[in-house]
């Protein structure tokens, strides 16, 4: 199983700055250290326990056939969400989250069928009996669905879970997956109010390094969930967290 981060680790990928005291969300008062400069720092023993937490959530979700998001339109986030989901086989937004892609779900995955077709058409030749013309203006469709739903292109239900990278930019998918009791997993910055996250994991959701390994994390416990799934045990079975909302 994956192995969580030594403190020397986390701290050298910088997960353990919080926000400025000013800035702090006082519901995170249990997940911080200390203050340094102004600065509030992570008790990144919490998050070694928070870490292990969610990724045995992951890894046990898909076990039991389950999808997760993964969701980070920060533009430090993008490619590191964008590279560990497509590694790990799962759905992603990286550029801009649909309103309803949760709590509307039959439309969204309607545009995400569309696109499907358009891209098969584009793919077999059927789009060229078209005119020059509409050709052109079904390539620019296809570009512009390519942005908005193309980390979605596999996606036939609504997902079992989803993680986000910072729940504050995020808020209306946030909304959504706490309206359909989606569970989240999410980075818990200082500035963050923890309470309807199920499986918060108190970090850093700003610096390149603490993105990074704690998606690349999440994607090896989606690697492991399917490695597991394969052997289809019932201790695999998953057990969703309940959480007061």
């Keep these: 199983m994956t192995n969580i981060p030594s403190l020397k680790d986390l701290m050298k990928a910088g997960v353990h700055f919080g926000h400025l005291k000013s800035r702090w969300h006082p519901k995170m008062e249990p997940y911080v250290f200390t203050v340094k400069n102004g600065v509030h720092i992570i008790n990144l023993e919490k998050t070694q326990e928070a870490l292990k937490e969610a990724l045995d959530f992951v890894r046990k979700t898909v076990a039991d056939s389950g999808t997760v998001l993964f969701l980070g339109t920060k533009p430090q986030a993008q490619e590191i969400v964008k590279k560990a989901a497509v590694e790990c086989g799962m759905p992603y937004v990286v550029y801009r989250w649909l309103g309803g892609t949760l709590t509307n779900a039959s ?74 009791n989606i569970p989240v997993i999410s980075f818990c910055d200082t500035n963050v109010n923890p309470d309807k996250i199920d499986y918060p994991i108190p970090a850093n959701d700003d610096a390149i390094n603490s993105i990074k390994m704690i998606t690349e994390l999440m994607a090896k416990a989606v690697k492991e969930g399917q490695a597991l799934k394969k052997t289809d045990k019932p201790e695999n079975r998953v057990e969703k967290k309940v959480n007061n909302k």
Excluded: C, H
Aim: charged residues 40%; without cysteine; aromatic residues 6%.
């Design 107 to 180: 439309s969204v995955l309607g545009v995400i069928k569309k696109y499907r077709k358009l891209k098969a058409d584009q793919a077999s030749g059927a789009l060229d009996k078209f005119t020059k013309k509409e050709q052109l203006m079904i390539k620019r469709e296809i570009e512009k669905l390519d942005r908005d739903v193309g980390g979605l292109e596999q996606l036939n239900k609504v997902p079992e879970a989803i993680f986000i990278v910072d729940v504050k930019k995020e808020k209306t998918a946030f909304r959504e997956a706490v309206k359909r």
